[in-house]
């Protein structure tokens, strides 16, 4: 189930951007997805450009237990190794979708908003965004898994 946070103030910092970049296992290069994708830097807009920051804004918040997950698959998959267990693969995607639902459904009930769940892809620093309300969210989890979509107004052209 997801949970709705409002903010008063996004920690933006365009560095985030970057963090597509980052190696990871088997992605020496980082994300796949950068430079090819319209949600993905550098085609992403910036956040103040996709929302009015003197509105309202929210953090959609979808809370996974990987502990749990690992725990079951391990149990369930003897000759994996703990890597194998944790691959967004066998995750990612149920989670994505309740937080692609929970936050399409937020955005019905207040006209006029829209959502992203690539915050960091528009420069907004989600862990220490998440943090400032409260959030426990960590740069490396190994238990508990945040995925934030971010809502708000549209941004009006002038």
């Given at each position: 189930?997801?949970?709705?946070?409002?903010?008063?103030?996004?920690?933006?910092?365009?560095?985030?951007r970057e963090w597509c970049l980052l190696?990871?296992?088997?992605?020496?290069?980082?994300?796949?997805?950068?430079?090819?994708?319209?949600?993905?830097?550098?085609?992403?807009?910036?956040?103040?450009?996709?929302?009015?920051?003197?509105?309202?804004?929210?953090?959609?918040?979808?809370?996974?237990?990987l502990r749990s997950h690992v725990a079951r698959l391990l149990?369930?998959?003897?000759?994996?190794?703990?890597?194998?267990?944790?691959?967004?693969?066998?995750?990612?995607?149920?989670?994505?979708?309740?937080?692609?639902?929970?936050?399409?459904?937020?955005?019905?009930?207040?006209?006029?908003?829209?959502?992203?769940?690539?915050?960091?892809?528009?420069?907004?620093?989600?862990?220490?965004?998440?943090?400032?309300?409260?959030?426990?969210?960590?740069?490396?989890?190994?238990?508990?898994?945040?995925?934030?979509?971010?809502?708000?107004?549209?941004?009006?052209?002038?």
């Open positions: 189930m997801s949970v709705v946070l409002t903010i008063s103030k996004l920690v933006i910092e365009y560095g985030t190696p990871y296992p088997d992605h020496p290069k980082g994300c796949p997805n950068f430079g090819k994708s319209n949600v993905c830097p550098p085609f992403a807009p910036y956040v103040e450009d996709f929302v009015d920051l003197t509105r309202p804004l929210w953090l959609i918040v979808e809370e996974f237990d149990s369930t998959h003897e000759n994996w190794s703990d890597r194998q267990a944790r691959c967004v693969l066998y995750w990612q995607g149920g989670v994505k979708s309740r937080l692609r639902a929970s936050a399409k459904q937020f955005c019905l009930e207040y006209p006029g908003t829209h959502h992203t769940l690539c915050p960091e892809a528009m420069g907004v620093n989600v862990i220490a965004t998440g943090r400032s309300v409260g959030l426990p969210i960590q740069s490396s989890p190994l238990n508990t898994i945040f995925k934030i979509a971010l809502v708000g107004y549209i941004k009006e052209c002038v």
